[in-house]
Nanobody, 115 residues
C-alpha cells in the first residue's frame, strides 16, 4: 500500500516562506502525478499544484508566482516552496499521488499564516 508522509508545515507571518515536503513509501514504481491540495475550515478541498513525473506542472491561479512545486531527488517525493504567504493560504495541506487509476493521500500538515 502506497503511503504519503508530509512534513514542513507550521506558523509563519504574512510575507514569509515555508517549504512542504512529501515522500511516498510502499511502491517500486514511479508515481505519475504528485501534488498538493489544501482545505481551509468550512471550505472544500482545493488544488494547489501538481507535477507529473515528466515535470509538467499545474498551479491554482491564487498561488501562481508565489508557490513552486518540484519533484525531489527521490523518485517519489514532491516539495512545495511557498513564498509571500498570505493569511488566505492558511489551511491543512495534503500531499496527493496518482497512478494507473489509483490515488493516495497524506494525512495533512497545517500551515497557518498569521501575525
Amino acid at each position: 500500500q502506497v503511503q504519503l508522509v508530509e512534513s514542513g508545515g507550521g506558523l509563519v507571518q504574512p510575507g514569509g516562506s515555508l517549504r512542504l515536503s512529501c515522500a511516498a513509501s510502499g511502491t517500486r514504481f514511479t508515481i505519475y502525478a504528485m501534488g498538493w491540495y489544501r482545505q481551509a475550515p468550512g471550505k472544500q478541498r482545493e488544488l494547489v499544484a501538481t507535477i507529473t513525473s515528466g515535470g509538467s506542472t499545474n498551479y491554482a491561479d491564487s498561488v501562481k508566482g508565489r508557490f513552486t512545486i518540484s519533484r525531489g531527488n527521490l523518485r517519489n517525493a514532491v516539495s512545495l516552496q511557498m513564498n509571500s504567504l498570505k493569511a488566505e493560504d492558511t489551511a491543512a495541506y495534503y500531499c496527493y499521488g496518482s497512478w494507473l487509476g489509483n490515488e493516495s493521500w497524506g494525512q495533512g500538515t497545517q500551515v497557518t499564516v498569521s501575525s
